[in-house]
């Protein structure tokens, strides 16, 4: 069963002139996710931007500065970050048709991910326990909607290399498959890149006053 | 009836990393020839893919970068001066952490999600729509506070 | 490359799954009834669309004949407050997101593809996923008119008023969580859209036709799917943040912990401004394909036409605070946006001088489409002056919250876009059904909307200007405003014998009209190049694009003097004569997008009532869908 891609590379009859030649050096599934990226990034950018608009006011209760854990959140930082270095090295596997690697790599994509948001997890209680709530204040509501989002997103990410995990174990997916790999790595990345934003704008950028 | 695109290879013509997954089935019979120049093919040979190794290099750098960024957390504070300028106050660790955050974020767009090594267009696609979004932000915050 | 015959094959439907495991029997039907729920098929999908839309209007126009019933004399008793609230909330709200946007992107959809000589767009189970949102999403919205519990805080939901939570006991009812959840959803389908129309335009059209010998229509829509796409997230954002509010006590926007009372106007409108650009683009798009077509001249200015587009919607995102004006924002500010929203006239202006200077000169038939597309020119027109005079703050600042402003964006909705769809159903009908729509049926329709269009919104420029303030149910008799208010429902009921007598005219014709064939308009775009209605794989041969409006070309010829030529039909004929040979492999239909679709209200009900084995039900649902969705393949 052929599944040709329709616009794998620009339209070129051969005995026309470049100017024939149209489309996007992007297939459509790699255009699709990065217009999807882009639109997922305006959304963040959105919680973000509420975020500093309330970090700075007075506000009563427990706020992120009296209750953040640098360490233990810069740890779990550290793990996202190498998960996305699994993520590539994953990719890269199945490049060389090498799927057991890209399974192996794909896995520790998902449990560094998993790792992460049981962080994320273990620190919104801390957080909770002394005093720090969605809502207690404006810190509270900002923060924890930006970063519960953003565990939603990590969550659907490991749900979505977890099904391709699957998928390969199943001997669905070949090594001509290596654009869903690719394109769930770009997912992946983004979340770890809002991720970088995140922690620099929120968790290390100096309390205000 | 022989009239038809004496161009169009038929399918099994067409070379086979054109058959791609995700994707959908031919929906046109067009002849799919060379790509203009400037672009690379978009699935496979990526000629300028890292090694296994350079990847755990960029990994490591980033480390170096996240070590740095959380070292400046701990400075804040510090009261070490420069030629009268206060190095680690809290508006130029603002600015340190925002150069590191923007090196990490473009290490990882650029050499993880292989931005560096796709066409110009999307670079600069992105390039104008991230400072686009930002400056829109930044009038946003400004109208606000 | 070579000579022989091609291997001609029919257009097969999928056979039959077998071996996989899929968890569902692919559905194989592409005719009938059923398929129109599995179809995949973006000129199905495009029907769906647009008939659907057509009914949520109608539901709106009932909103509005209630809300006209009620205001059309002083102390009317026809609604409580809170039922009136409830209905100019849908009317807005219907208008906005399940009539607008939808038939924009119906039209898109079946047109698009054609129009760029491709066989479907990029990822037609997204596409047909888009649809079920859409309708669920609609629906969702709708359900809360059960037991009165419908969305009553304006189709933009300004906070604090929607954001505090009911048991604060400011305002009863669910309305604002269905609100909420509901955009969500919506939103949900309108960005997969976005991301579907980008990439087929971009990546998917025919050997030759380059990005500046796309029509129009095509054009616009592109820009549009980029605004929808950077848009629909930031109101995304604001609904999130006001369910958080309303359910789980977040603080976005409470005054009394110190919230920023503005955060979210400045959020609604970041996507509101953009979201009018969106709305009316693509009927400007409709308007510049007609025009060129009954003047039997090319559209004025095509470059220019393509750069204003383009200038609006970016020029659109730094125009939002204008909604704003009485806000307290300080002069600074005022000011930079009023100059702004000055600005943004230049280039829609541009846009009507060219539409003028394409009938200029031209070989002119009024028929309906063409009534259709002059009035939008003309009402577009009074509706952007009146847009002009808002831009101006200090006279804006007397304008605002007034039925003026009603005025001004009925004038460029309903006299623009409405207008511009009405003109766009009556000139691609005989493309879809192969049938003309009744001419003496589209006049009357046409002129009966055109009158009863002004005399409903004319008279408000007045009633605003003479102080009735917007959204209030009811008025009293001092006020002096009876008499207008009289006209403008007698306006009301005139609009809506004259959508009746639309309605009408499609079922006739699409039962009795005259056949019409594959070009009856002697049109210029790919889409009339094929037989009406299309085949399902839409070109046996992609065809190869050497100029903008490509079809007229290979009709048409000038002579020495620049008059038209027909070109005899010869070797190369410029209408695709139809073949039972063509074998396309085309995508299967699939029942995952109505599966995947249907996991989101379920969540959202879980939602609105903070019931978590709902959501988790959705999300099984969801997953399923989603799941086998990634097993199946896209063709069979």
């Known amino acids: 069963m052929t599944t040709t891609e329709p616009q794998l590379e620009p339209r070129h009859a051969h005995d026309l002139e470049d100017e024939a030649a149209v489309g996007t050096p992007f297939t459509n599934a790699k255009l699709g996710i990065w217009m999807f990226l882009s639109s997922d990034f305006m959304f963040f950018g959105a919680f973000i931007a509420a975020f500093l608009l309330y970090r700075s006011r007075p506000q009563p209760g427990v706020t992120l500065f009296d209750v953040v854990d640098i360490p233990f959140t810069s740890a779990t930082s550290f793990v996202l970050l190498m998960s996305s270095l699994t993520m590539v090295l994953s990719l890269a596997a199945i490049r060389r048709g090498d799927m057991r690697r890209m399974r192996l790599w794909l896995v520790m994509t998902a449990v560094f991910g998993m790792i992460f948001l049981g962080g994320q997890i273990f620190e919104f209680t801390t957080f909770y326990r002394e005093g720090f709530t969605l809502d207690g204040n404006l810190n509270g509501s900002t923060f924890f909607v930006l970063t519960g989002l953003h565990g939603l997103h990590v969550t659907a990410g490991i749900v979505w290399l977890g099904t391709l995990w699957m998928l390969s174990v199943q001997n669905r997916l070949t090594t001509h498959d290596e654009q869903k790999i690719e394109i769930a790595g770009l997912y992946w990345h983004f979340v770890d890149v809002i991720w970088i934003v995140i922690f620099m704008i929120v968790y290390l950028v100096p309390a205000p006053g | 009836m022989t009239e038809a695109s004496d161009n169009a290879p038929s399918e099994e013509e067409l070379p086979p990393d054109a058959k791609e997954e995700g994707a959908v089935a031919t929906l046109t019979t067009t002849a799919v020839g060379a790509p203009p120049k400037e672009a690379p093919v978009p699935h496979s040979g990526h000629q300028h893919d890292l090694s296994p190794f350079g990847y755990v290099m960029i990994a490591l750098g980033l480390c170096v970068l996240t070590a740095l960024e ?20 809290d508006g130029w660790i603002v600015f340190y952490l925002g150069v590191l955050a923007l090196a990490k974020f473009i290490i990882v767009a650029g050499w993880y999600m292989h931005l560096a090594g796709d066409a110009p267009i999307f670079r600069r696609y992105f390039t104008v729509g991230g400072i686009g979004a930002f400056i829109l932000f930044l009038i946003v915050l400004r109208a606000l506070m | ?59 709106a126009g009932l909103e509005a004949l209630l809300i006209r019933l009620q205001l059309a004399g002083p102390n009317g008793t026809i609604l409580t407050a809170d039922q009136y609230n409830q209905l100019f909330t849908m009317h807005g709200t219907t208008m906005v997101f399940l009539v607008g946007m939808p038939i924009a992107v119906g039209f898109g959809n079946y047109l698009v593809p054609l129009q760029i000589g491709a066989r479907d767009v990029a990822f037609p189970r997204i596409n047909m996923l888009g649809y079920w949102v859409f309708l669920f999403g609609g629906l969702f919205l709708y359900s809360g008119f059960l037991g009165w519990n419908a969305p009553n805080t304006g189709w933009f939901g300004y906070t604090p008023l929607s954001s505090t939570p009911e048991s604060a006991g400011f305002l009863p009812g669910d309305g604002a969580s269905y609100w909420t959840i509901g955009l969500i959803i919506l939103g949900i389908g309108s960005t997969t859209s976005a991301i579907n129309f980008i990439t087929t335009c971009l990546n998917m059209r025919a050997p030759g036709m380059t990005l500046m010998r796309m029509p129009i229509f095509t054009w616009m829509l592109l820009i549009i799917a980029f605004l929808t796409l950077f848009a629909i997230p930031v109101v995304t954002a604001a609904l999130v943040m006001v369910y958080m509010s309303r359910e789980f006590g977040a603080l976005f926007f409470t005054g009394a912990a110190g919230a920023e009372p503005l955060l979210y106007q400045h959020l609604f409108w970041l996507f509101g401004h953009p979201e009018v650009y969106i709305l009316i683009l693509p009927g400007m798009g409709i308007v510049s394909e007609i025009l060129p077509v009954f003047s039997r001249k090319p559209l004025f200015g095509y470059t220019v036409m393509v750069f204003s587009g383009l200038a609006i919607g970016f020029l659109g995102w730094g125009v939002w605070a204008h909604h704003m004006f009485a806000t307290g924002l300080g002069p600074v500010t005022v000011t930079a946006f009023s100059l702004a929203t000055m600005t943004i006239a230049i280039p829609t202006g541009v846009k009507i001088f060219n539409w003028v200077g394409t009938v200029w000169g031209g070989s002119l038939s009024f028929t309906s489409p063409m009534l259709y597309s002059l009035g939008f020119i003309a009402m577009f027109t009074i509706g952007g002056l009146s847009g002009v005079t808002h831009s101006i703050s200090p006279a804006d600042t007397q304008q605002t919250d007034s039925y003026y402003v009603v005025a001004h964006f009925h004038y460029v909705l309903f006299g623009g876009l409405v207008f511009a769809i009405f003109g766009g159903m009556t000139f691609w009908f005989p493309k879809v059904y192969n049938r003309m729509m009744n001419e003496k049926l589209g006049k009357l329709g046409f002129w009966l909307m055109f009158i009863g269009f002004n005399v409903t919104f004319f008279p408000m420029h007045f009633l605003g200007l003479q102080g009735q303030p917007r959204r209030t149910y009811t008025y009293p008799e001092e006020a002096g405003w009876t008499t207008l208010n009289g006209i403008v429902t007698a306006g009301a009921f005139l609009i809506a014998l004259s959508v009746l007598v639309f309605v009408i005219n499609a079922f006739y014709s699409w039962k009795k009209g005259p056949v019409a064939g594959p070009d009856p308009w002697d049109a210029r775009t790919l889409e009339w190049s094929i037989a009406s209605p299309p085949p399902e794989y839409n070109f046996a041969e992609i065809p190869r694009v050497t100029s903008r409006d490509e079809f007229w070309h290979r009709k048409y010829t000038e002579d020495d003097e620049g008059r038209l030529v027909r070109l005899p039909a010869g070797a190369a004929p410029a209408i695709e004569e139809p073949r039972d040979d063509v074998h396309v492999h085309l995508p299967s239909p699939s029942y995952y997008p109505l599966i995947l679709a249907l996991g989101l209200p379920i969540m959202g009900y879980g939602a609105v009532y903070t019931t978590y084995w709902l959501v988790a039900l959705g999300a099984i649902v969801f997953l399923f869908g989603l799941y086998g969705w990634a097993v199946e393949p896209d063709a069979e």
Do not use: C
């Not at chain 3, 569902?24 to 179809?39: A, E, I």
């Open chain 3, 1 to 59: 490359m070579t000579v022989t015959a091609e291997p001609p094959v029919v257009a097969h439907p999928s056979e039959e799954l077998t071996g996989v495991a899929n968890i569902l029997k692919r559905p194989t039907k592409t005719h009938g009834f059923w398929s129109w729920f599995t179809t995949v098929d973006h000129k199905k999908i495009g029907l769906l669309y647009i008939i659907t839309g057509v009914i949520f209007f109608v539901f």
């Open chain 2, 70 to 89: 959380v070292g400046l957390w701990y400075l804040e504070g510090n009261q070490t001066e420069l030629f009268g300028w206060k190095l680690f106050s």
